[in-house]
Each structure stands twice: as structure tokens, then as C-alpha cells.
Nanobody
């Protein structure tokens, strides 16, 4: 399973960005997908997750501003980020929880990360 993230960039505070992460390769099933972020000098934190059926969960710091969605037909997860703040500046990493065979275990696969920079 390979994940390719895109959509990062530089934006002023209050602006918006949309991240995308497409899965490719082979698998039996993909369950949860989501996004983490890591700012310089800080620990990695979960931003948002979405189950295969569409249930979502968000970090308190992004609730009401970020929206996660997925297109199962395209094996892609999205993160719409609105009302961006300087503290949202970080590398954003997508992941997918996948099973590569009927009897195989669930493993997390990670994308390469995309940088989001928000200037105040």
C-alpha cells in the first residue's frame, strides 16, 4: 500500500487549503484513514480520522474548522482546512489502516507528508 499526499502550501491566517491522499498498490481492505501532523519541536498529533463507513473524529484544536472526507471508489482521503491559524503550521501525514490479505493483520501505512505553512 502506497500513499501519496498532496495539497500543502503556504497560506495566510484565515485562509483555506485542501489536502488529498491517494492510496495505490494492492490490499484486501482499507479500514480507517486519517491525518496526523507534526510541528517543529512538537510531538506528532492526530488531526482527524474517518472510518470506512464515514464516521469521523477530530482533534479539539481543529473541530469546526477542518473536515475529513473520503472517496472509497478512488481510495482517497481529503482534509479540508478552513480558518487556518499559525499554529496549524506543520507537516501533515496521511495514513491508512489496511489488511493486505484475508487472513493478514491490520497495519498502518503512511504517506510522505505535505507541508502546511500558515503566516499570521
Amino acid at each position: 500500500v502506497q500513499l501519496q499526499a498532496s495539497g500543502g502550501g503556504s497560506v495566510q491566517a484565515g485562509g483555506s487549503l485542501r489536502l488529498s491522499c491517494a492510496a495505490s498498490g494492492s490490499w484486501f481492505s482499507i479500514n480507517d484513514m486519517g491525518w496526523y501532523r507534526q510541528a517543529p519541536g512538537k510531538q506528532r498529533e492526530s488531526v482527524a480520522t474517518i472510518t470506512k463507513s464515514g464516521s469521523t473524529d477530530y482533534a479539539d484544536s481543529v473541530k469546526g474548522r477542518f473536515t475529513i472526507s473520503r472517496d472509497n471508489a478512488k481510495n482517497t482521503v481529503y482534509l479540508q482546512m478552513n480558518s487556518l491559524k499559525a499554529e496549524d503550521t506543520a507537516g501533515y501525514y496521511c495514513y491508512a489502516e489496511a489488511r493486505t490479505s484475508f487472513v493478514g493483520g491490520l497495519y498502518d501505512y503512511w504517506g510522505q507528508g505535505t507541508l502546511v505553512t500558515v503566516s499570521s
